[in-house]
């Protein structure tokens, strides 16, 4: 900063000082001072930060003055994944704050939790999993944890993985059926009316409401598929995600993999689907949002099949994507199944 001389560091320092010259009268000037017209480049400056200060009105920043947030005194309640997530926001409604361990896209199978996810856990007054498998770090994850945790698939009628580390075993993917999601619904809000119980009467409304839509995406989805020619009638994806909608569906179900802990795009499976892709002549194939897709397109290559898009399943995608809810998911899967088994998708 220019050195003003001990006078104008003062006129300087002054908030909105008065127009008046130094060491004179207001229109006269002082001993010493040039006559009008002459500027001194230290006044030229001071000049320009008076006029700054004017402008502004001499004010605080806004970051200043700023009214902080309120603090959310809500129940806390974390879920493993995005879809869990989404199910019990509809029921939880404003009464609760719902996270995701899990961010949009993370593979879920497999995930590693984090630090930071420790330190949510422990903050949280309730934890949300799916079960049957489908996190297997979950056990550990919350060994050391005081907050109670609800498994949202209990009572679900499951469905054995055929083949694979998990042969025998429940498939998780079990919210793939509206049926069964209507299930999962009731354990949340059983879970949050045993959480809050001021607000028991909005989770069973909610939850009831929620019921309703997936019944009504539930009948689109049958009857969207059940008007796919017999000889269409068969889905082939990379992971084994989709057995519960096939079911519902009434479709034959062939995959690369059973589910994603296992090895993925070995030879042999690839093999196996390129043999049950030419004995059905399947028009297409399909691959599910988290996973790599480069085995799946050598089926289509090696078939003639199309490629028949990305399909959703362990994630939703961000609020300006395909799939921001789990309802979403349902009627997207739906229409890229049934167009591209139809010829119709672009």
Do not use: K
């Not at 590693?112 to 422990?122: F, K, V």
């Not at 068969?234 to 589910?259: H, N, Q």
């Amino acid at each position: 900063m220019p050195n003003f001389g001990p006078h104008l560091r003062r006129q300087a320092g002054r908030a909105c000082p008065p127009c008046a010259r130094p060491g004179g009268s207001p229109g006269r000037p002082g001993p010493g001072v040039p006559p009008t017209g002459a500027v001194l480049p230290g006044v030229r400056i001071l000049g320009v930060l008076l006029t700054v200060l004017s402008l502004t009105g001499c004010a605080l920043p806004p970051s200043a003055t700023a009214v902080p947030d309120p603090p959310d005194d809500r129940p806390v309640v974390l879920t493993t994944f995005t879809v869990l997530a989404d199910m019990a926001r509809q029921v939880a409604g404003d009464h609760v704050r719902v996270e995701s361990i899990t961010d949009v896209g993370v593979e879920i199978h497999g995930y590693e939790p984090t630090p930071d996810d420790l330190r949510r856990a422990a903050d949280a007054d309730l934890v949300l999993d799916n079960g049957l498998g489908l996190e297997a770090w979950f056990e550990r994850f919350v060994a050391g944890l005081d907050a109670p945790h609800v498994t949202v698939s209990e009572g679900v009628a499951t469905i054995p993985v055929g083949s694979g580390g998990m042969q025998g075993r429940p498939n998780p993917h079990a919210w793939m059926s509206p049926d069964a999601a209507i299930r999962y619904v009731a354990n949340i809000a059983d879970a949050l009316a045993d959480l809050d119980p001021v607000h028991e009467g909005a989770y069973r409304a909610n939850a009831a409401a929620y019921t309703a839509e997936l019944r009504a995406v539930r009948d689109a989805l049958v009857d969207r598929l059940d008007r796919l020619d017999p000889a269409r009638r068969a889905l082939v994806t990379c992971e084994g995600a989709f057995s519960y909608l096939a079911r519902d569906a009434g479709l034959a179900e062939s995959f690369l993999w059973p589910v994603s802990s296992d090895a993925q795009g070995t030879p042999q499976q690839v093999a196996r689907a390129i043999t049950f892709v030419r004995e059905r002549d399947v028009p297409a194939v399909f691959c599910e949002s988290t996973v790599s897709d480069t085995a799946q397109r050598q089926v289509a290559r090696e078939t003639g099949a199309a490629y028949g898009g990305v399909l959703y399943v362990d994630s939703l995608s961000l609020p300006g994507g395909p799939v921001p809810t789990y309802l979403d998911l349902l009627r997207h899967d739906t229409e890229v199944v049934a167009a591209a088994l139809t010829g119709a998708a672009s």
